[in-house]
């Protein structure tokens, strides 16, 4: 009698890979926020610009290339919470992710660390409380909605390897990026009221290319490109848009996109090569948004464990900069790039900790308690009536 054939083991998705905690995407933001501090070791300490630079022909350094993972995973985590919450629920929801670490870090730099700084540079607290321009009260009030004008207070760390180098007191130069991160939320808290992410899905389709044609385009046509990016807010803008939109494409396909070991694979030489060879921005970042969600859901199960109940890495992002500036200023450099890039983590990793436990947990504890509870369900009491 002739053996039967094997079934085909059935297809498993992105959004069935990735469903719950399974998955080891907060590991893999903690590893990019650690990546972060390497690429930022070089500049902060004095030894140069981050390599990642000379090794991708100028495209990406190692902290842009952690920031593009941040907010691919973003862009597929937020637009699927998207896809379930009510638009003010959702806001509330992003609003405690970001804020209360956000303002946080600002107090204890403005009220702690710079105090700490002036008192060791001026031997005397007299004069550091100002409402002027470059003070610490603007610090905290001209930074309070994420758009960040004041990077530095009075002349604090002007003489560290990094102020001497672009001749400002810099705290905290990782923060920039948050604003960035908060528009492209609107965005999907619009696309959400107006019913596209349920009925119209193309329309982000359309958003994403027409972000990637604005980033192609001043390579063909500099005048032009440049304008169009300006109008679109910058460069920046343009470029963390299209990658969050990469992640968000991924998030309402997920259920028609397999996990693919071949895949993957090509997906990862497309970005090796391509920051080898020039195009990264062609065809990189799409690969690599599909690389890393691939990386979360095959992880092995021991992976997957770490951080898949506490999330450290926004704690590590937004305090590593200014414990580099710290040690850099007490001299730590002068031991070598090693000795203090391994401090730097010693350091930052228990700010991130005591972050998540002490800041940003309680704060995600009030998101059933705010705005938009309830909303959901009375719409659809009312649509009894």
Wanted: include cysteine.
């Amino acid at each position: 009698m002739p053996e039967r054939a094997a079934r085909p083991s059935p297809r498993i998705t992105l959004k069935q890979a990735l469903s719950g905690r399974d998955n080891a995407l907060n590991l893999i933001r903690l590893v990019l926020a650690s990546l972060v501090i390497v690429g930022h070791t070089f500049p902060l300490g004095g030894f140069g610009d981050d390599p990642g630079f000379a090794w991708t022909k100028n495209q990406s350094s190692f902290g842009a290339f952690a920031v593009a993972g941040f907010f691919v995973i973003s862009g597929y985590l937020v637009v699927r919470s998207g896809m379930r919450s009510d638009v003010v629920q959702f806001l509330w929801f992003r609003f405690l992710r970001i804020f209360p670490g956000f303002w946080t870090v600002l107090l204890l730099t403005a009220g702690v660390l710079g105090p700490i700084l002036w008192l060791r540079e001026h031997s005397s607290i007299a004069g550091y409380v100002t409402t002027s321009p470059g003070g610490p009260l603007r610090y905290f009030s001209s930074n309070a909605t994420l758009k960040i004008h004041q990077y530095g207070i009075h002349d604090l760390l002007l003489s560290a390897p990094y102020g001497q180098r672009v001749g400002a007191s810099v705290l905290n130069g990782s923060l920039w990026t948050l604003v960035h991160e908060w528009r492209c939320y609107l965005v999907i808290a619009a696309l959400c009221a107006f019913g596209v992410l349920a009925r119209a899905r193309v329309v982000c389709v359309v958003i994403a290319a027409a972000l990637h044609v604005a980033l192609l385009l001043p390579s063909l046509n500099p005048a032009l490109g440049h304008r169009v990016q300006s109008v679109l807010t910058g460069h920046d803008a343009v470029l963390l848009t299209f990658i969050f939109m990469v992640g968000a494409l991924l998030g309402l396909y997920a259920d028609s996109i397999p996990i693919s070991d071949a895949a993957a694979a090509v997906c990862l030489v497309v970005v090796v090569s391509t920051l080898a060879a020039g195009g990264f921005v062609v065809l990189g970042y799409p690969s690599l948004g599909y690389l890393l969600l691939w990386a979360g859901a095959r992880a092995p199960g021991w992976l997957k464990r770490i951080g898949s109940r506490n999330d450290y890495s926004y704690g590590v992002y937004v305090y590593a900069f200014p414990v580099q500036m710290v040690l850099a200023s007490v001299g730590l450099p002068r031991h070598g790039a090693a000795a203090f890039m391994v401090a730097s983590f010693l350091l930052t990793y228990p700010l991130a900790v005591a972050s998540w436990w002490l800041v940003e947990k309680p704060s995600l504890a009030y998101k059933h308690r705010g705005p938009g509870r309830g909303l959901a369900h009375w719409r659809s009491v009312l649509a009894r009536v």
